[in-house]
């Protein structure tokens, strides 16, 4: 079955430092990927949306970016952070007719 | 632009008490809809689809297109359904098949 293998599960960073984090998908190829952000009371806000290597649709603007190196990998970068940035990040895939499948999360806070 | 609506924050129901979350959506087409669960300190989860026309754990959700509702039943709650639940639509995929999820609903089920 699908697994998403999200890290690290929390992080504390300085404004202005960067960031990186990084999910890898095992148990299927060639999945959409996306990166969501989980906010009380706004649900699940979507970030990036990748359907390939190299492919990526930004739904909101925002200090943030992505990228896809790999097939099946998925990196949410930042260059300098924000205090609004704070927050928990969701690293999800799906394929064509499937079921979403979804990675523990991170818990980020900007001090 | 598609959108999905749960009006719901939270929910508190009695153990035994029917329990119904919201879901509306704006779509033109026919997306796929879900409702996923995330129970406490675990991922979230599939808990059923439309086209499947199922129930799972004795909840069903019924489409209704004529009102754009996806709205999730249960007659009978029980304190294990307590968490937070999701609705989601997909367009297919050759109209964009981004999955977006709803705000959420906590469901808290009360002994």
């Known amino acids: 079955s699908q697994t998403i293998h999200q890290w690290p599960a929390t992080l504390v960073q300085p404004v202005g430092s960067p960031l990186s984090l990084e999910c890898t998908v095992e148990?299927?190829?060639?999945?959409?990927l996306y990166w969501y952000r989980q906010a009380a009371g706004r649900g699940l806000q979507l970030l990036f949306y990748?359907?390939?290597?190299?492919?990526i649709s930004s739904e909101v603007p925002q200090n943030l970016s992505a990228s896809r190196p790999q097939d099946r990998q998925f990196i949410l970068s930042s260059k300098k952070l924000l205090l609004s940035d704070s927050g928990f990040y969701l690293c999800?895939?799906?394929?064509?007719?499937?079921?979403?499948?979804f990675g523990q999360g991170t818990r980020l806070t900007v001090v | 632009a598609q959108r999905v609506t749960q009006p719901e924050k939270l929910l508190s129901v009695f153990k035994g008490a029917p329990v119904e979350l919201k879901c509306n959506y704006s779509?033109?087409?026919?997306?796929?809809l879900f409702w996923y669960v995330q129970y406490s300190r675990q991922r979230l989860q599939l808990l059923l689809r439309?086209?499947s026309r199922e129930s799972i754990k004795g909840f069903t959700a019924d489409l209704n297109k004529g009102e754009t509702s996806f709205h999730l039943k249960k007659p009978f709650a029980q304190e294990e359904d307590s968490a937070m639940y999701y609705c989601?639509?997909?367009?297919?995929?050759?109209?964009?098949?981004?999955?977006?999820f709803g705000q959420g609903t906590e469901l808290s089920v009360k002994p």
């Open positions: 999800a895939g799906d394929r064509l007719s499937t079921e979403a499948f």
């Open positions: 148990g299927t190829s060639n999945p959409n």
């Open positions: 990748s359907v390939g290597i190299g492919q």
């Open positions: 779509y033109s087409g026919s997306p796929e």
């Open positions: 439309h086209i």
């Open positions: 989601a639509l997909k367009p297919p995929a050759n109209q964009g098949g981004k999955l977006i």
